[in-house]
């Protein structure tokens, strides 16, 4: 016999989808006899209110998304013959410490004297041997030639000049080293919470241009979660 309970789920669902519909018809009319100025002032509202609304739901997403991002950085360079990682814009370190604890001999470098002060009390918290420095992405103080790997989390839309950083990047790369990037897509899911911000997030056709300007081989960009996009590329040999 067919369950009866079939006929009741089509009425929930109706429901589903009339409530709010009233409720927003509602709202909707209400808005409307304001004044103009009430009207502005109330979508403005409104728009703040979804935003931080947004950013309530998505941040604990965002948080698992970079540690799935850090994972896939890992599982890059494990798959390489490499030692040596220079994590750039390391922050309070959650790259930089994930990246030695599985066995890299990493640096972390940032502009941010207080964020390196965080990183390093995380990395002793979490008994990890690594160095944390202070400098700018766009002048770095190594040599040609130095790193097996450049690593960075959710840097390159802080920059002010990503193509310098990545062209120093190349520089400090041995040949053949290898560059794995995360950042922020200019997705949808990213709209919601940094609207205009968005902008400054590189697109990924821009970024490839950057990573082919700055001598780059080998250049990928993908997908990797709702959030970021990994972008990887090679020095040459
Ligand atoms: C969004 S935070 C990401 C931090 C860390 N990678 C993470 O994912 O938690 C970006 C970091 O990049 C650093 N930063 C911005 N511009 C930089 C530059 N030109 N050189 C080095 N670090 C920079 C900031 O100080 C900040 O700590």
Not at 114 to 132: D, I, P, S
Not at 174 to 187: E, I, N, Q
């Amino acid at each position: 016999m067919a369950p009866k309970c079939n006929y009741s789920l089509k009425g929930k669902k109706a429901l589903g989808i009339f409530i709010p519909l009233i409720f927003l018809t509602l709202l909707a009319l209400f808005i409307i006899s304001l004044p103009r100025w009430a009207v502005i002032v109330t979508i403005i509202l409104g728009l703040l209110a979804l935003n931080a609304f947004l950013g309530i739901i998505f941040g604990s997403r965002i948080h698992r998304a970079k540690t799935r991002c850090t994972q896939a950085i890992a599982k890059i360079l494990r798959d390489k013959e490499i030692e040596t990682v220079l994590d750039l814009g390391s922050g309070a370190g959650i790259l930089t410490i994930h990246l030695a604890k599985n066995g890299f001999q990493t640096s972390g470098v940032d502009i941010d004297e207080e964020a390196l002060h965080q990183a390093r009390k995380n990395a002793e918290r979490e008994g990890v041997k690594t160095e944390f420095l202070v400098g700018d992405g766009s002048s770095l103080k190594w040599a040609d030639n130095s790193f097996d790997a450049i690593t960075s989390l959710n840097l390159l839309h802080e920059t002010k000049d990503p193509q310098t950083v990545l062209a120093e990047s190349y520089r400090v790369l041995k040949p053949g080293g290898t560059l794995v990037m995360a950042d922020f897509r200019r997705s949808p899911a990213i709209f919601t919470i940094f609207w205009v911000g968005i902008f400054k997030f590189l697109s990924r056709k821009n970024l490839f241009r950057l990573l082919q300007e700055a001598g780059f081989e080998k250049i990928q960009i993908w997908k990797v979660n709702l959030f970021h996009h990994l972008v990887l590329g090679r020095k040459k040999k």
